[in-house]
């Protein structure tokens, strides 16, 4: 038995991710959560960010992804993906979301709403945007965030969609944060803060460096999901991760 093993679970946080580690391997996550806040994930097996593609994947596979995490345990469902936020349309999200929590019982969420939540209690409202998404998915994403009330500055493209996304090297992925985190800061100086939105290109390295280069706060969707936990008291604030994981 390990020692991981050894430990009781105290929460359980279950997502429904994008895609399982079969089609995107990921190496072992930073340790942002204690040993005693367990992760359990099921996935959609999303074909691609087009809205056809996003219908069809909560259509056809996000409920029994839902019933699936509430047999394990699951404390609480995040629909992981700003993507997958973006296409459905915030509206429709939060209705996604109140249903989830009235047929299950259990805190529903989202990456797209932890994330404006996270930057409203850092102060941000006026944002730069590093996205590596394709024109036509960013006209979604600044829909969700404008009808949340924010104020998108700008917003950086290099034309993903899932397929690229999904290909990107740990390394790739870490390079290109740092590329369009500091092109979007560089066109918006003003801003408030600046969003990293999605998880395939492991932002978190980022975080500290750019808040330190340009002075503001920086959120990404991974991190606003365990902050999420932080600010509810389920678990304990992380330090050396930037502002946001520090501040519960």
């Known amino acids: 038995m390990s020692a991981d093993d050894a430990v009781k679970v105290r929460?359980?946080?279950g997502s429904v991710?994008?895609?399982g580690p079969d089609r995107h391997p990921m190496s072992q996550p930073e340790p942002l959560l204690p040993p005693d806040v367990k992760r359990i994930a099921c996935s959609i097996e999303i074909s691609d960010y087009t809205a056809e593609g996003v219908d069809e994947a909560i259509r056809s596979r996000y409920w029994p992804c839902v019933d699936e995490l509430v047999k394990k345990g699951a404390d609480s469902i995040t629909l992981a993906g700003f993507p997958i936020a973006s296409q459905l349309g915030r509206a429709r999200l939060l209705e996604l979301l109140a249903e989830t929590r009235r047929k299950t019982g259990v805190m529903a969420d989202a990456h797209s709403e932890a994330s404006l939540d996270a930057m409203r209690h850092l102060g941000m409202r006026r944002i730069a945007v590093a996205?590596?998404?394709s024109e036509e998915l960013n006209a979604?994403?600044?829909?969700y965030l404008t009808a949340a009330g924010m104020e998108v500055l700008t917003?950086?493209?290099v034309g993903q969609w899932a397929q690229q996304a999904f290909s990107m090297s740990i390394e790739e992925g870490v390079k290109l944060a740092f590329q369009l985190g500091r092109e979007a800061m560089r066109?918006?100086?003003d801003a408030d803060g600046l969003l990293?939105?999605?998880g395939a290109w492991r932002s978190l390295a980022a975080v500290p460096i750019l808040e330190e280069d340009f002075g503001k706060p920086v959120v990404t969707n991974p991190i606003a999901q365990v902050w999420r936990l932080i600010s509810q008291g389920i678990a304990p604030p992380v330090q050396g991760w930037g502002r946001l994981l520090a501040t519960p």
């Open 11 to 13: 929460y359980t946080a």
């Open 17 to 19: 991710s994008p895609l």
């Open 187 to 189: 066109k918006a100086p």
């Open 140 to 143: 979604k994403l600044i829909d």
């Open 131 to 133: 996205s590596r998404w």
């Open 155 to 157: 917003v950086t493209s």
């Open 196 to 198: 990293l939105p999605g």
